[in-house]
């Protein structure tokens, strides 16, 4: 396989306060992606599990990966497959649900820095503090007070209350050592309703289905319009947007595990130095 | 391979009260093991995957696995090799380190009872509540008063007081649907050994090597003594211990598997029916 670089996948990156429109991005792209991508996606995830061994080793920095989408883009899909070879050991998958009475107490961020990963570990948000501009925008009008609903001022103004927050905590997980990366998994209408579809047929995943599934398909463009406006707001040089085509599976999972190999290798985490390297040769009795 | 069941493993379970001699259990046994470890071990814990993914989608027990052992005796191992093809979004590896002011400020199962598994995943505990009937016995001198240190009707009492706080604690996971499954890791003396001068010799190991496993190891026979102690009082037939031989790696992988299969096939989780059957009816537009 050829050497892949960050900079190889520049191109699904969203530039700092460059405007989005989503119709612009092909859901089923699968340009640069291998002929037989099965074995491009196992090098990587096996590269993916070294380097979190030595991020583990290492044990100063962190690693964040946001994943965002619609329903039944392929976010769960995407945990099983692009960490498959990552010890369980040193990796935390967070799957965020509605807020608990506990955790609507506080601000919208306090939850997700709670569960931020540890020194040396990578963490996984299946769905994140970006739910508050997303599901909560769309659904203004049952969840928050009059003043901040619809396209007014009061409205504006929330959110980019909430984009400067959230990009205030980013930075200070950045400064803190935890890289930040998000990814939008983007895919059709049409590969949404073939999915629901495949669900309906399969007994084994009738568990999925839900009657939310039919409710929010009907605010397909309206998630569409707020992935757009959060976009630009919150993609910073240091926690960069992707969006991934997603239709294809194969290409979803060889895009995002290429480019978290391409940053894992630019942090080139080291296990560190034996402190006192004279344990090298004591005796053990 | 052949159709193993739980009942296969039984003469490496402690049963319970019943005295243990850790001099009597062989830690190089490889009795049952396979010809082809590797080829056992992939099968069992592929399966170790797919009943997972039934347990999340049932959605209603989980399953906790207790990891215990001496410096060394293969914990991380373990986690790597067992939940190899285990879905990260079902399976919570906790590492238990020294307690923390906070959690000192609670009883010692606080801390524990906050990171049991939810309902439908798989929780790991690497060291666990055990801690506080091992290394602080085995350090009592330092760690606890002095009535409760040494030998005396005083410190009897304190660990007679610790078992029954955790027979009390799994007995009310058990209730809540969490089966509770403890592995002893057990190495020799002598294995120990080769396995430090093995991390001393490698560069990429020095990382794991400590000032304290030269400390502990003299405090290998104490070690031994606290877990023979404890063995009959907290081995229950709801949340049994399990004796592993683990000289062998392959062996420890193949005996660990081969338990977790066959109480997953026991609980046998079922993907629930769809609440509503219309959903499977019901058009996407």
Same mark, same amino acid.
């Given at each position: 396989?050829?050497?892949?670089?960050?900079?190889?996948?520049?191109?699904?990156?969203?530039?700092?306060?460059?405007?989005?429109?989503?119709?612009?991005?092909?859901?089923?792209?699968?340009?640069?992606?291998?002929?037989?991508?099965?074995?491009?996606?196992?090098?990587?995830?096996?590269?993916?599990?070294?380097?979190?061994?030595?991020?583990?080793?290492?044990?100063?920095?962190?690693?964040?990966?946001?994943?965002?989408?619609?329903?039944?883009?392929?976010?769960?899909?995407?945990?099983?497959?692009?960490?498959?070879?990552?010890?369980?050991?040193?990796?935390?998958?967070?799957?965020?649900?509605?807020?608990?009475?506990?955790?609507?107490? *506080?601000?919208?961020?306090?939850?997700? =820095?709670?569960?931020?990963?540890?020194?040396?570990?990578?963490?996984?948000?299946?769905?994140? *503090?970006?739910?508050?501009?997303?599901?909560?925008?769309?659904?203004?009008?049952?969840?928050?007070?009059?003043?901040?609903?619809?396209?007014?001022?009061?409205?504006?103004?929330?959110?980019?209350?909430?984009?400067?927050?959230?990009?205030?905590?980013?930075?200070?997980?950045?400064?803190?050592?935890?890289?930040?990366?998000?990814?939008?998994?983007?895919?059709?209408?049409?590969?949404?309703?073939?999915?629901?579809?495949?669900?309906?047929?399969?007994?084994?995943? =009738?568990?999925?289905?839900?009657?939310?599934?039919?409710?929010?398909?009907?605010?397909?463009?309206?998630?569409?319009?707020?992935?757009?406006?959060?976009?630009?707001?919150?993609?910073?040089?240091?926690?960069?947007?992707?969006?991934?085509?997603?239709?294809?599976?194969?290409?979803?999972?060889?895009?995002? +595990?290429?480019?978290?190999?391409?940053?894992?290798?630019?942090?080139?985490?080291?296990?560190?130095?034996?402190?006192?390297? +004279?344990?090298?040769?004591?005796?053990?009795?």
């Amino acid at each position: 396989m050829m050497k892949l670089k960050l900079k190889d996948f520049d191109d699904l990156r969203v530039k700092p306060g460059k405007a989005v429109d989503l119709s612009d991005h092909k859901t089923d792209r699968t340009h640069g992606v291998p002929k037989n991508p099965e074995e491009a996606i196992e090098t990587l995830t096996q590269k993916l599990g070294v380097l979190q061994e030595n991020l583990y080793a290492e044990g100063r920095r962190s690693l964040l990966v946001v994943l965002q989408g619609l329903d039944a883009s392929g976010k769960d899909g995407t945990v099983r497959h692009v960490f498959d070879h990552v010890n369980p050991t040193g990796i935390q998958v967070i799957s965020f649900k509605q807020p608990t009475t506990e955790e609507l107490r *506080h601000d919208f961020l306090w939850r997700c =820095h709670n569960r931020t990963p540890p020194r040396g570990y990578i963490g996984v948000f299946n769905r994140s *503090h970006y739910e508050d501009v997303l599901v909560v925008r769309v659904h203004a009008d049952k969840l928050l007070a009059p003043e901040l609903r619809g396209e007014g001022e009061g409205a504006a103004k929330e959110w980019q209350r909430r984009y400067r927050m959230i990009t205030a905590f980013e930075r200070i997980l950045e400064d803190a050592g935890t890289r930040v990366l998000k990814f939008f998994l983007h895919i059709s209408k049409e590969e949404q309703r073939q999915r629901f579809i495949a669900r309906q047929k399969d007994p084994t995943k =009738h568990w999925k289905l839900a009657e939310g599934d039919f409710e929010e398909r009907k605010y397909w463009d309206h998630y569409q319009r707020a992935y757009e406006q959060m976009f630009p707001a919150t993609s910073t040089k240091e926690a960069p947007w992707y969006i991934i085509p997603s239709d294809h599976k194969k290409a979803r999972d060889f895009y995002i +595990a290429g480019i978290l190999v391409g940053i894992l290798k630019e942090m080139d985490p080291q296990p560190p130095k034996l402190a006192n390297p +004279a344990l090298t040769r004591l005796k053990f009795k």
